[in-house]
């Protein structure tokens, strides 16, 4: 096989990354003033990237992500530095570090973010443009020409940025523009023109020139990937894990199933609910609190039980924004809803009447950041109602989500509106990235500003 530049583009991320790394902390301490070379600091810069090493292979960083989304490497990057900050605090801790360098390490490690984060971005748009001029491109066929292998063929010519070139087709039955041959001449073909990759659909060439073409590849160290036929399980995303040699498929895969993914959504939900809660909670929570008790006879807040993650039910609290009345569990706020005080529609429109659901995330009832919480009584009818409509339970509920972000905020008139609710919540759960946590929170201050508002 003629050599690819493949192993050492895999290693550069690693080794700026560590550069980057070293860089940051380095920069920022001698600016502190408190940089000396000797033995105990060079101790413990091996230390920080010792760590990193292992972080980043326990979550497989530099995996091949040829084909990943940008979202999915920087999900696991950010992954990565979140269980490199547990395992360097765990030596602060160990080796009773003061206070004054607890600090200084989290301008470090801020500074390394904003390094590592922009050094991958450029990275992978550079590979990606350097790859459709066929830079570190990989020879690739395809055993069968059907329905499956014609979209991985088309996908190859639509996404040269990828770095695949796809040389064409070898089928006895099917034929086909680009097919190069039979089943048969696919092994010579391979070994005279460098191929790198066979795509196999296994539905169009059969059991035994399956079990030919792993010998063949095995024996000559070509990579074999399988393209299964899926075509009865639908447009679903599927996870395969075994039971010892057994396969079993998954028709959905969530990624906040993850050990990983969970303490990290739940470490960013602890820290970023706190923040607010010390930060705007002392002295916009009595004025708010004032002006509720000024406006209407009734409690400043108001609590009701909404349907949660793996539909239990909790009780969230509001900012009370109705007249109290009988059917504020069962009807949904409404425009000009004449329950809803005029203090209520502006702390409504701006979203301030949820700043307690803060409190829910902290205890763990929510998340930051999830498909909003319904009313039990919605949940069941909903539920009823709409296909699929339970998957949302699959996770905790939100403060915001996607449907907000995309004008699907407060009242929902018409079924059709809920079930566009639902079709975005449930891409949410199935894409979630942390990532993607970020850009709908940044995204959600940006529409309270633009005060786009439903009634609810």
């Not at 230390?47 to 292979?57: G, N, V």
């Not at 399980?233 to 395969?240: C, E, L, Q, R, S």
Request: glycine share 6%; proline share 3%; hydrophobic share 45%.
């Amino acid at each position: 096989m003629p050599r690819t530049e493949s192993d050492s583009i895999s290693a550069i991320p690693l080794v700026g990354d560590l550069l980057l790394l070293n860089l940051a902390f380095f920069t920022v301490n001698y600016l502190s003033g408190i940089f000396v070379f000797n033995e105990h600091t060079l101790t413990q810069y091996l230390y920080i990237d010792l760590f990193w090493i292992i972080s980043a292979s326990l979550l497989k960083t530099y995996g091949p992500f040829r084909v990943m989304r940008i979202t999915e490497v920087l999900n696991i990057l950010l992954k990565t530095c979140f269980l490199h900050i547990l395992l360097i605090f765990s030596i602060i801790v160990v080796l009773k570090e003061k206070l004054s360098a607890q600090k200084i390490f989290i301008l470090d490690y801020f500074i390394f973010l904003v390094f590592i984060i922009s050094w991958r971005i450029f990275y992978i748009y550079y590979l990606k443009v350097k790859r459709e001029r066929g830079y570190n491109s990989k020879k690739v066929v395809i055993a069968g020409a059907g329905k499956e292998a014609k979209d991985i063929y088309e996908f190859f010519n639509i996404h040269p940025e990828y770095g695949y070139k796809c040389l064409g087709f070898f089928d006895d039955n099917i034929q086909h523009k680009d097919k190069l041959g039979n089943l048969n001449d696919l092994e010579s073909f391979a070994l005279e023109n460098g191929v790198a990759e066979i795509y196999c659909s296994i539905s169009n060439i059969g059991y035994h020139k399956l079990q030919e073409l792993i010998t063949f590849t095995d024996n000559h160290l070509i990579r074999l990937k399988i393209i299964p036929d899926f075509s009865s399980i639908g447009n679903y995303k599927v996870n395969i894990t075994f039971y010892q040699n057994i396969p079993i498929l998954s028709i959905r895969d969530f990624p906040l199933e993850g050990l990983a993914s969970r303490i990290l959504k739940r470490g960013f939900d602890i820290v970023f609910s706190f923040l607010i809660i010390i930060t705007i909670f002392p002295w916009l929570f009595p004025l708010i609190a004032i002006f509720i008790k000024l406006s209407s006879k009734g409690p400043v807040f108001f609590r009701q039980l909404r349907s949660g993650k793996n539909n239990k039910s909790f009780v969230c609290y509001k900012f009370r924004t109705m007249t109290v009345n009988s059917l504020a569990d069962e009807l949904q706020a409404s425009q000009n809803d004449a329950r809803v005080t005029s203090l209520g529609k502006f702390l409504r429109s701006k979203s301030l009447d949820e700043l307690p659901q803060f409190w829910n995330v902290l205890i763990g009832n929510m998340s930051v950041v999830g498909p909003r919480p319904h009313m039990l009584s919605h949940t069941k009818k909903y539920s009823r109602e709409i296909d699929k409509f339970m998957l949302r339970q699959f996770v905790k509920s939100g403060i915001t989500g996607l449907a907000q972000i995309k004008g699907l905020r407060g009242e929902t008139k018409t079924l059709d509106q809920m079930e566009t609710r639902v079709q975005l919540d449930i891409w949410y759960i199935e894409n979630w990235s942390f990532y993607l946590d970020l850009n709908i929170i940044v995204n959600t201050v940006v529409e309270l500003f633009r005060s786009r508002y439903n009634g609810v």
